[in-house]
Each structure stands twice: as structure tokens, then as C-alpha cells.
Nanobody, 115 residues
Framework: QVQLVESGGGLVQAGGSLRLSCAAS????????MGWHRQAPGKQRELVAA???????NYADSVKGRFTISRDNAKNTVYLQMNSLKPEDTGVYYC?????????WGQGTQVTVSS
């Protein structure tokens, strides 16, 4: 079993910053991609950012230049630094990872950006 635990969500004013963390534990031998998705009320879950084991990154157009994804392979941890937050960034942020073709998800952390 693989467990993912997110932290760092909360309430912030527009223009502010938050840093999300996600630590993976359990039967992990090699993690390929790690990433963050989000789901706003009434909307589908969408990719926010992803990072490969080698450090290649991919971002949703809506967050490019504002969010930065990083990972610590030794700690099986992925981070999401979110700057210049906007009310439309509000949602539940989910961490996920892929290992040997299997995908795992965290329980999510709420991010609320007030205008």
C-alpha cells in the first residue's frame, strides 16, 4: 500500500502565497511522475502541475509563471509553491504519483483564495 499525505492548504487573500507538500510512504520502490490536480466546486478535476523523476515539469496554462512544482526524491515528497494566488485557484488540491504503472492519490487539501 502507498499513502499520500498532503499539507499546507488554507485560506489566503488574493495575491498571497501558499506552499503545499505531499509525502508518500508505504511500499514504494521507484516513483516516476508526481503531481498536483485540483477540483473546484462544480468542476472536473484538472491537472495543475506534474514533475518527472528527472525533474521535467508540466504546468496548466492558468498557473504558468505563478506556481512552481518541485520534488525531493530522497524523501518521496512533492511540493507546490503557489504565488500570486487568484480566487479562481480555489479548490481541493490532490497530490498523486505514478509508480510502475499504478496511480495513487492523496485525500486532498483545501485551498481558498478570497478576493
Amino acid at each position: 500500500q502507498v499513502q499520500l499525505v498532503e499539507s499546507g492548504g488554507g485560506l489566503v487573500q488574493a495575491g498571497g502565497s501558499l506552499r503545499l507538500s505531499c509525502a508518500a510512504s508505504g511500499r514504494i520502490f521507484s516513483i516516476n511522475a508526481m503531481g498536483w490536480h485540483r477540483q473546484a466546486p462544480g468542476k472536473q478535476r484538472e491537472l495543475v502541475a506534474a514533475i518527472t523523476r528527472g525533474g521535467s515539469t508540466n504546468y496548466a496554462d492558468s498557473v504558468k509563471g505563478r506556481f512552481t512544482i518541485s520534488r525531493d526524491n530522497a524523501k518521496n515528497t512533492v511540493y507546490l509553491q503557489m504565488n500570486s494566488l487568484k480566487p479562481e485557484d480555489t479548490g481541493v488540491y490532490y497530490c498523486n504519483l505514478e509508480t510502475y504503472g499504478s496511480f495513487y492519490w492523496g485525500q486532498g487539501t483545501q485551498v481558498t483564495v478570497s478576493s
